[in-house]
Structure formats: structure tokens, C-alpha cells
């Protein structure tokens, strides 16, 4: 093995290559692994900023709802609804709904107004709101006369009635029915 200078200059500059490679890759890996600790840093940071903040928040929230029950009990003496102020049921709640008496004010009345548009059968003749629409046959509700209302109802009631469900629930509603108006006379009677 005969080793000329020039072999031995290319060994040498490869083994520096080698060399220089490795510590290129030795110093990336350092670099990152500190990026990465100050990412760490920077998020533990961020949390400890936010607890601090939370912790502000909630002390002064507290010394404010101790000045406020001080400025409450020095000049407004409210105090905190007790059991006694609660409604028990349904009928507790009915009795507040009385009839105004003879010194009430009138209730609120609503406004509306008329407007000159033509009716293209978008709307209804009497009112502002939209009318509705049948989507099989394209005829608005106002088109549909009172007659055609009626005999639509009596078909279905036929319908219903022809079942023996039907006739069961039929016979239900006319009893509901009765039932009902005699509640309205026995109430009625009590007032």
C-alpha cells in the first residue's frame, strides 16, 4: 500500500467532511431540543398568565360582592327571597292571573295599517300577513270557500268515524266536550 500525498490529502479532507457532517447534525439536534424547551416555556408561560388573570378576576369579584352585600345592607336592605315567596302549584299561580280591577289601566292595543296593494292572491284580502298556500294545488286558503271548508271536514269526520278507533275517539271528545262546558258552569257558579 503505497500512500502518495494526494491519497493522503483526499483521506484527510473526507475525515474533515465526516467530521464537520457530524457535528452540523450534533448542533441541529441541540438547537431543536432547545426550540422545543422554549415552546415549553412559552406554553407554561401563557398557562401561568391565565391562572394569574383567573385569580384577579375572582379577587376582585370577591372584595366587590363584599362591598356591594356593605352598600346593600347600609342603603337598600335587600335581602335574599325566603321560602315563603315561592308559588306552590298551578292554582297559586291561576289566582295571580285575576281580572283587572275597576282602576287598571287598558291593556295594550296593537296598531296596523292597510296598505292600497293589489291583492294577487299572495296575500289575504283582510289582513297584511301572507296567506296560505296549498302546494299540491297552488290555491291560496282565502280562494277555498267556506263550503268546500265544510265538506272537507264532514269527509274526514266520515273517514274517522268509519273505523272503530274513530268511533271510540269521537265519542271521547263529545264526552270531553260536555265535560268541559260543565266545569265552565260550575266555576261560573262559584264566582
Keep these: 500500500m503505497n500512500l502518495t500525498r494526494d491519497r493522503v490529502r483526499s483521506l484527510g479532507w473526507i475525515c474533515v467532511m465526516v467530521v464537520g457532517i457530524a457535528?452540523?447534525?450534533?448542533?441541529?439536534?441541540?438547537?431543536?431540543?432547545?426550540?422545543?424547551?422554549?415552546?415549553?416555556?412559552?406554553?407554561?408561560?401563557?398557562?401561568?398568565?391565565?391562572?394569574?388573570?383567573?385569580?384577579?378576576?375572582?379577587?376582585?369579584?370577591?372584595?366587590?360582592?363584599?362591598?356591594l352585600k356593605q352598600l346593600n345592607a347600609l342603603e337598600f336592605g335587600y335581602k335574599a327571597p325566603?321560602?315563603?315567596?315561592?308559588?306552590?302549584?298551578?292554582?297559586?299561580?291561576?289566582?295571580?292571573?285575576?281580572?283587572?280591577?275597576?282602576?287598571?289601566?287598558?291593556?295594550?292595543?296593537?296598531?296596523?295599517v292597510e296598505t292600497d296593494l293589489p291583492s294577487d292572491g299572495a296575500r289575504e284580502e283582510g289582513g297584511s300577513l301572507l296567506a296560505m298556500v296549498n302546494p299540491v294545488s297552488g290555491a291560496t286558503a282565502a280562494a277555498v270557500s267556506a263550503e268546500e271548508r265544510a265538506e272537507e271536514k264532514r269527509r274526514q269526520r266520515e273517514r274517522a268515524a268509519q273505523t272503530e278507533e274513530g268511533k271510540r275517539l269521537a265519542s271521547e271528545a263529545d264526552d270531553l266536550g260536555k265535560r268541559l262546558a260543565s266545569i265552565d258552569l260550575a266555576e261560573a257558579a262559584q264566582q
Design 23 to 67: 457535528v452540523f447534525v450534533a448542533l441541529t439536534l441541540r438547537v431543536n431540543a432547545v426550540k422545543s424547551e422554549v415552546h415549553s416555556a412559552d406554553r407554561s408561560i401563557a398557562s401561568l398568565e391565565r391562572q394569574i388573570n383567573f385569580l384577579e378576576t375572582e379577587f376582585q369579584t370577591r372584595s366587590n360582592q363584599q362591598a
Design 82 to 112: 325566603g321560602a315563603a315567596q315561592y308559588i306552590e302549584g298551578e292554582r297559586q299561580l291561576a289566582a295571580l292571573g285575576a281580572a283587572p280591577g275597576p282602576d287598571a289601566p287598558a291593556p295594550i292595543r296593537y296598531a296596523s
